[in-house]
């Protein structure tokens, strides 16, 4: 099969379009013939050296992908060939088949084309694994998420706005402002113009955000607490910036706030599992009342990933970045 995988860790040129064989079946899992691929920061990531895949994962990238059962282990009882899919996959989605746990392979929401539902499991599995499960956002709460034109960010929008959740957010553009306040955040920033802790704590008559969403780190993070209520939590789930900051604890001490990381990949499947159970039973039918959406933005074929992540590397999307073997 067609897959891309790399040698050594570099810029984009260094990913490498390749015959692999075709992976083989083995217990809980199926074989998927591939529609569509996600691509994701974390791909990025592993690309240059920062983010190894766990022991024993394939070295062929790809976290998330839609398509069709073409075999089942003996084990799997709950698809049937021909099923369309999508599942989140530790690895070995940027090719033409890819190999899946059952337990995380889910149905396509209705009206949701098969390709776009490439763009579903990485960021919906997150954000539903940090906003309510680990951060316990509830209705009536302010979230801050940073990034909201990203794959997560709209992701995040949609979710908490479906939950009745105001939602302020931050971008780089008037375009994606507005963007994201059609997606339901109550207020965009533009933070190239805009000192986003001054905007929020007028916007919130200086009582702050109850959870943070964060993507960036580095000299977001002590921005992030002067924008925090008493009792708020940040959720930092990458750090594009730097992941290095400096801290001051007194903040967190006189309003109990609460820091929580996460890394989805390295999780084991039975936790995933409960995710994807989860987002069957309270954000599949969202989507299918077309209350929320996967937002695709550019689609490339997949022997031209490495234009792929020149597009996400230069921020020049809204939404999700698919490849099409």
């Not at 580095?218 to 750090?239: E, H, S, T, V, W």
């Amino acid at each position: 099969m067609l897959a891309i995988a790399f040698q050594h860790a570099g810029d984009a040129n260094t990913l490498i379009t390749d015959y692999y064989p075709t992976p083989l079946l083995k217990p809980g899992h199926v074989l998927i013939k591939v529609v569509a691929a996600g691509v994701n920061r974390p791909d990025i990531m592993q690309r240059q050296g920062h983010y190894p895949a766990p022991a024993g994962i394939t070295s062929i990238f790809g976290l998330e992908v839609s398509g069709n059962v073409v075999a089942i282990a003996a084990d799997v009882q709950t698809l049937n060939i021909g099923d369309p899919v999508c599942a989140l996959v530790q690895g070995g989605g940027y090719a033409e088949y890819c190999l899946a746990n059952a337990q995380l392979c889910l149905p396509i929401p209705d009206h949701i084309p098969l390709i776009d539902a490439a763009g579903l499991p990485e960021t919906f599995f997150t954000v539903w694994s940090n906003l309510f499960d680990r951060a316990q956002l509830q209705k009536g709460e302010t979230l801050l998420v940073h990034g909201g034109t990203s794959g997560i960010g709209t992701t995040a929008i949609q979710l908490a706005h479906a939950f009745n959740i105001s939602v302020i957010t931050t971008t780089s553009s008037a375009e994606k402002c507005h963007f994201c306040e059609c997606l339901g955040a109550t207020t965009a920033i533009n933070y190239q113009t805009h000192d986003f802790v001054t905007v929020i704590e007028t916007l919130t008559e200086g009582r702050g955000v109850n959870v943070i969403l964060d993507i960036i780190g580095g000299d977001y993070f002590p921005r992030n607490i002067k924008c925090m209520a008493p009792d708020a939590r940040l959720i930092q789930i990458a750090a594009q910036q730097h992941p290095k900051s400096e801290i001051n604890l007194i903040p967190f001490l006189l309003k109990r706030l609460t820091l929580t990381g996460s890394t989805l990949r390295s999780r084991d499947d039975t936790f995933k599992a409960a995710i994807a159970h989860a987002l069957v039973q309270k954000v599949w039918p969202l989507i299918a009342a077309g209350k929320i959406k996967p937002i695709i933005s550019h689609q490339f074929s997949l022997s031209n990933a490495a234009s792929a992540h020149t597009c996400m590397e230069k921020n020049d999307h809204i939404g999700k970045i698919l490849l099409i073997p």
